[in-house]
């Protein structure tokens, strides 16, 4: 009788385990998701501005339509990609880097502008994606900490049993090539 209650103890003990395990997995997962849906409010924000700035700039920029259209072929792809969600954070981020890209060419462009320049409307919407980029490299610090908590502890022992029973899977980190990292710089000065 005593051998039941000890086998009976051993048994409770491992599904607590277990169940504490699994839970704080599914604890993980969850931040990663909220954490993805930082980025993808401040992702929505930036491909909501870009084109009422393509608007705002297409009737002074006659011969740079190229440019214009590069920039929206690049939020296309970018919202596309983001709307996969975190599984697919790695695609995301590369389409947000052709994107940056874009928008650099478009802004050095706008400098050969004076009358854009000093268009009130184009130096908010510049001003506003500035903010917004910035506030997606806060969210990208923030996710990847996250992903890299989750997928450490799914890849630990115990955990990576329990992980691969219940299908927790590696996250991908939202990373940007190092020169699409850096803030468009834009100059609105009114210089000669």
Do not use: C
């Amino acid at each position: 009788m005593e051998a039941v209650w000890i086998l009976l103890i051993v048994i409770a003990v491992i599904a607590l385990f277990l169940v504490f395990v699994y839970n704080g997995l599914v604890r993980l997962r969850n931040q990663v998701d909220e954490a993805w849906n930082q980025i993808s409010v401040q992702l929505k924000r930036r491909h909501d501005l870009i084109p009422n700035l393509v608007n705002s700039v297409k009737g002074y920029m006659d011969f740079e339509q190229e440019t214009l259209t590069k920039v929206i072929e690049a939020r296309n792809a970018a919202v596309s990609a983001a709307e996969k969600g975190p599984q697919a954070a790695g695609q995301s981020a590369q389409a947000e880097g052709l994107l940056t890209g874009a928008l650099r060419q478009l802004f050095a462009l706008v400098e050969n502008y004076p009358q854009l320049k000093a268009n009130e409307n184009v130096m908010q919407l510049q001003e506003q994606l500035t903010t917004t980029e910035n506030q997606i490299g806060f969210s990208r610090h923030h996710y990847n900490s996250t992903v890299r908590e989750y997928n450490t502890s799914i890849q630990t022992f115990p955990n990576v049993l329990i992980a691969g029973m219940f299908g927790f899977r590696d996250r991908d980190y939202f990373q940007i090539a190092e020169e699409d990292a850096a803030v468009p710089a834009v100059d609105l000065s009114l210089k000669a």
